[in-house]
């Protein structure tokens, strides 16, 4: 009779930087035949020193603060700053073939692994900067339903006041209705959060 084992431990293991902690529900079960291969997955720190630096130290303090894997601060961090960057820039890969800084990342991690957090903490400056055009956005409305009312007023005389438009950084809400409204609107760059 062979007896089967998990290739994970119950709880990660107290030196992250050693091996990659597997959850006991999704661990790769093998006989007590096999057990002499190891099947855990070698960890290995993030290259945080190969980004910008002002970048890679805000990555840093922030895992470090928050207690979690670098990772799940460095790569919505990435995506935010190219989220940031939009259609301002791109790359020519060769002629005809333009890229854009376009990212897209995702977090895998055990529950507990204080996924949130970090990605709160990568997504500050962007949230800030939405902030501010939902503002500027509320306060452009103001202003064209104020124009809207004098020109009708004015018996449509001049030429009609065009509506402002939202710029976007991200979508909170991925549902086609709401991606539709963005995409129709020139001013718009999208981060998928």
Same mark, same amino acid.
């Given at each position: ?18 091996? =990659? ?8 079960r093998q006989s ?47 995506? =935010? ?6 259609? =301002? ?32 903490? =990568? ?71």
């Amino acid at each position: 009779m062979t007896t089967t084992t998990l290739t994970s431990p119950a709880a990660p293991p107290a030196n992250v930087t050693s091996r =990659a902690y597997v959850p006991a529900s999704i661990a790769i079960r093998q006989s007590e035949d096999e057990a002499s291969a190891s099947l855990v997955l070698e960890y290995r720190l993030p290259p945080i020193d190969r980004l910008p630096p002002l970048l890679g130290e805000y990555v840093a303090k922030s895992a470090e603060a928050i207690g979690c894997d670098p990772c799940l601060v460095a790569m919505p961090a990435l995506a =935010a700053c190219a989220a940031a960057i939009g259609e =301002a820039r791109a790359v020519m890969v060769k002629a005809g073939w333009i890229e854009f800084p376009i990212l897209w990342t995702l977090a895998v991690a055990p529950s507990g692994a204080l996924k949130t957090p970090a990605m709160k903490a =990568a997504m500050a400056g962007l949230e800030e900067a939405q902030r501010k055009a939902f503002d500027d956005y509320r306060q452009a409305e103001a202003h064209y339903r104020a124009a809207l009312a004098n020109w009708q007023k004015s018996d449509k005389h001049g030429p009609e006041p065009v509506p402002p438009a939202l710029t976007s950084f991200y979508i909170g809400d991925a549902t086609l209705e709401a991606v539709g409204v963005l995409r129709c609107s020139p001013m718009s760059r999208q981060f998928w959060g």
